[in-house]
């Protein structure tokens, strides 16, 4: 369930990178614009994604033993992480590289969980 809902919280990573563009080039500035597009919405999805990666991956990795979804894990948050401190027209690019490597880490991980019904 862990990894579902690290996946899914990825996922809503890249709709708000997508989204927000988006809704500005339609003249989207209203209230939902305006709050999407806010600064505090990386953070609000930042923290549930880090506390999601730290509780599920190191966890499983004993159970498992494979490195892959860790060393995926740990890229896709770094460039999620530096997607906040990189100028706004390179931000999208690493959130979104950034997002997609945590959802293949989490989906991994569920994968080989499952593999040795771990689960």
Request: net charge neutral; glycine share 10%.
């Amino acid at each position: 369930m862990k990894d579902f809902l690290g996946a899914c919280l990825s996922g809503l990573c890249i709709l708000h990178c997508l989204l927000v563009p988006l809704l500005l080039a339609m003249g989207g500035a209203s209230v939902l614009g305006a709050w999407i597009g806010s600064e505090w919405v990386h953070y609000l999805l930042i923290a549930p994604i880090c506390l999601l990666l730290i509780w599920s991956l190191p966890l499983s990795w004993i159970k498992h033993r494979n490195l892959h979804p860790l060393w995926i894990g740990g890229s896709g948050f770094s460039l999620l992480l530096l997607s906040l401190f990189v100028p706004e027209s390179a931000e999208p690019l690493l959130a979104i590289v950034g997002s997609l490597g945590l959802i293949t880490a989490h989906l991994l991980n569920r994968h080989l969980l499952k593999q040795n019904s771990l689960v």
